[in-house]
């Protein structure tokens, strides 16, 4: 929050000299930073939507608190719109939903609707942080200045969960592939749940992995309609990698009709897709 527009209204009635400076103290403190070390990663604990304006000044990363507080407080429909964000913007985001300064995902959330957000906050771009002791469901804040951590017993449904996450997400696909937002399409007519569903892929030329996740308390269907160019001619094998199950879909019922889906509250889906 070094910038010369909060220093004056945080000052302002103490300043003796109005005249802001020419450059902000950050543009000039990165650049000369990174003159001697180019690798360097600067990254920013930012609030008050201050966020782009901070990467405009050369921030790698800034934290993306807007997208924590949608998750504990919001509905799909506003998280969808927070994620049609530039998309320079959402790779230059750290996504998360548990550090030392909030509660445990688990307390805050509850379990399944923590399992959900995190599927949410591993598979958009972005920098992903996970705290320590969130693989394990670990229900006890622990404030820094503890010294020696509460023993808790970890909870397996989610140490299952966590360990099929982090083997989806590590595949290059989800680093160096193209990201794409979908929106989906009711079911059938007067069906409004499909606001429900939050949707992503990522790509290359030869293969994709599709996001679908139930962000609500509802059981509830959409169609998701993908790219044509994605569609091959021969039948395709969903395989969900969270469950470990797998279904088949024929190319032209997935070009009329869209990809259905069916989730119950908070579940989702981690589509691996493969050719036969």
């Known amino acids: ?4 527009s909060v220093f004056e209204k945080t000052w302002d009635n103490l300043l003796e ?3 802001p400076p020419e450059r902000e103290f950050w543009s000039e403190a990165i650049e000369s930073v990174k003159e001697r070390f180019p690798d360097f990663l600067f990254i920013a604990e930012a609030y008050w939507d201050l966020e782009w304006r901070l990467q405009e000044l050369g921030f790698d990363y800034t934290y993306d608190k807007k997208l924590y507080d949608l998750l504990l407080n919001a509905t799909a429909r506003q998280i969808h719109e927070h994620l049609l964000a530039n998309e320079s913007y959402q790779r230059k985001s750290v996504r998360f939903i548990e550090n030392h300064d909030e509660p445990r995902a688990a307390a805050a959330f509850g379990i399944k609707r923590a399992m959900a957000a995190a599927v949410i906050t591993a598979t958009v771009p972005g920098m992903h942080f996970f705290h320590n002791g969130q693989h394990e469901g670990l ?3 622990l404030p820094v200045q ?3 951590r509460m023993q808790e017993r970890p909870d397996p449904v989610i140490q299952v969960f966590y360990k099929r996450l982090m083997e989806y997400i590590n595949h290059k696909l989800m680093h160096s592939g193209t990201w794409v937002l979908m929106h989906p399409e009711p079911a059938w007519e007067a069906n409004p749940t499909y606001r429900n569903l939050l949707s992503w892929i990522w790509h290359d ?3 994709f992995k599709m996001i679908v996740v139930n962000y609500s308390d509802e059981h509830s269907q959409c169609s998701v309609y993908l790219p044509k160019d994605l569609i091959h001619n021969d039948s395709m094998i969903f395989h969900d990698c969270l469950r470990d199950v797998s279904y088949k879909r024929n190319p032209s019922d997935l070009l009329r009709h869209g990809m259905y889906i069916e989730l119950l509250p908070w579940q ?9």
């Open 1 to 4: 929050l070094v910038l010369n």
């Open 17 to 19: 000299e109005k005249t």
């Open 139 to 141: 229900l006890r804040r």
């Open 146 to 148: 503890l010294t020696r």
């Open 205 to 207: 030329d030869k293969r």
């Open 268 to 276: 989702a889906h981690l589509f691996d897709i493969e050719n036969p």
